[in-house]
């Protein structure tokens, strides 16, 4: 928590040094969402997986960290226009603020940076245009993330596998090119940054396996998230799909839930062993991204690694 | 033309084969545009960038061409959805056929293709990190641009530098871009570079005031567009603003237009030599934007890059 803490700080202000000083109100609307600090965990990914491969790198390339949070940014302005989301890191969505319009170019006017973000990099240039190139395709990815995820809440028949390579796609990818890019600037071989390509992969998956239970278990006071949102509105989450399979049929709660109601739905699944088996899943991932880092050699942001997966599934909200 | 018209064809076949066979609803969206064949005069001017500066260059930096025609196209996806526009190059646009989500994604996707593209291209590193550079930061010029070209239907006070700015960036930068891009990845000089960006930038503002007197001068069967919109729109061109700084009220004009009155309208703006005096203006743009590429040895390509200035304003529409 510490090192997310001190992380988290050191991005806030490179993005005031970079960004800080904005004229026009399209870059005004670009940088809002930016300065609203977030948990800033891909450029702690970032800045950790660059230490573990070439200690003392990650000042150098501190540009690559800023580019993957500028691009989660992007997509984030993106997502809550599509998702008509009118909040966002306890503030009004972009277009709320602005309009559509001024929020659908904020988006690209971030989208753009990100690249000449990782163009500044203080690293070799062949790594440089490596790194353009993962970043491209991980950005074509986590669009066609958010499209399967858009096209599945017209559907009550998505398999496990659509779900998880969805989340692969609109989670894990961007916390694989965090570790990835980090890695490869710092002079990682192609292998290692292909371990931290799946790690980042499978700590994203269960990441988003952690939410959904979370969203059924965790009371609104606890989560800040309203319990149970999943279910009423009868979303295509792990659950609801393990639930499917087991032949629970969860339809019948999609409307105004009682407290009494959820915790009925919670004693069923967990007597169906639908929570243990979903919370095993998401251990697995981990485990398996962990599994990954073995090519590392020790150290302490090996060490810092391995908490930070952890954290991705002990967290309470 | 013979020129533009077989660059548009080899165009068009290197799209077929990098995009051709899209799986995906959302990579269906994000080709079909692409595949609607326009002018490309932006990879004609990349081509002829870097033909002129290393004769047989072109070939092995392609996919850079392809990047920057990429790049106008998702400008126009989501110019059309923010303007909805529900027509171009004969088509339904795409958040038309599909849905504005789909429409903001695939433009994304597109944006996204485009840094791969240049990352593809056979060039030096260093370069290619510039040219990333270059592309990210034109990107958010057309972005200004396009804010400036929406903000600007709500004024009646533009003036003529506010105007030629706008119009520089929403549509110059990606003209200077094409040939900037074509002349660095061929492995011209900064000065080289720097000219064909100028060069660019000014056939694009002379491109945009010709298609001013276009729609207020020719007749909609000629241009193909519906005649004197402009006017009828109130919109802040360069003959309206320089119409106003003479004392010329085109406000009474806001409404539908018999030919009679069109033809009544364009009697007025000659006889007060604005036509006259706007078509200087385009003129003077090109001249010299072509006194710029003075700093090139005299080849064929030279010679068509001359001739694409002087079509930039001959054209009738």
């Known amino acids: 928590m510490e090192y997310l803490t001190s992380t988290s700080k050191e991005v806030s202000e490179l993005f005031t040094c970079y960004y800080g000083d904005q004229k026009t109100e399209l870059s005004k609307a670009s940088y809002y969402l930016l300065e609203a600090e977030g948990k800033r965990l891909r450029p702690a990914m970032f800045k950790l997986a660059a230490e573990s491969v070439t200690p003392g790198s990650s000042n150098q390339i501190m540009s690559g960290a800023l580019a993957v949070e500028v691009t989660h940014t992007f997509t984030l302005v993106h997502d809550d226009i599509m998702d008509d989301d ?17 929020a659908i170019l904020a988006g690209d006017v971030l989208f753009a940076r990100a690249f000449v973000l990782l163009a500044d990099a203080n690293a070799d240039p062949s790594r440089k245009v490596e790194a353009v190139r993962i970043l491209g395709k991980a950005s074509e990815d986590i669009c066609e993330g958010q499209q399967s995820d858009m096209a599945f809440e017209a559907r009550d028949d998505v398999s496990a596998d659509e779900y998880l390579e969805m989340v692969r796609k609109k989670t894990g990818v961007l916390y694989g090119t965090a570790g990835a890019l980090g890695a490869l600037l710092a002079g990682a071989s192609p292998e290692v940054v292909s371990a931290f390509m799946t790690f980042g992969e499978h700590l994203g998956i269960a990441f988003q396996i952690q939410d959904d239970i979370i969203d059924l278990t965790r009371e609104t006071a606890v989560s800040g998230k309203d319990q149970a949102s999943d279910i009423r509105e009868g979303k295509q989450t792990l659950i609801a799909i393990r639930a499917r399979e087991k032949g629970i049929d969860l339809t019948p709660y999609q409307r105004n839930l009682s407290s009494d109601e959820i915790q009925e ?46 954290f991705f599934i002990q967290r309470a909200y």
Do not use: F, M
């Open 265 to 310: 739905i919670i004693t069923l699944l967990t007597e169906a062993g639908i929570i243990a088996d979903i919370t095993a899943e998401a251990q697995a991932y981990i485990d398996s991204g962990v599994a990954c880092l073995s090519i590392l050699p020790d150290s302490q942001e090996k060490e810092l690694l391995l908490d930070v997966a952890q």
């Open 86 to 102: 009118s909040l966002r890191r306890g503030r009004p969505t972009v277009h709320v603020v602005w309009n559509e319009p001024t």
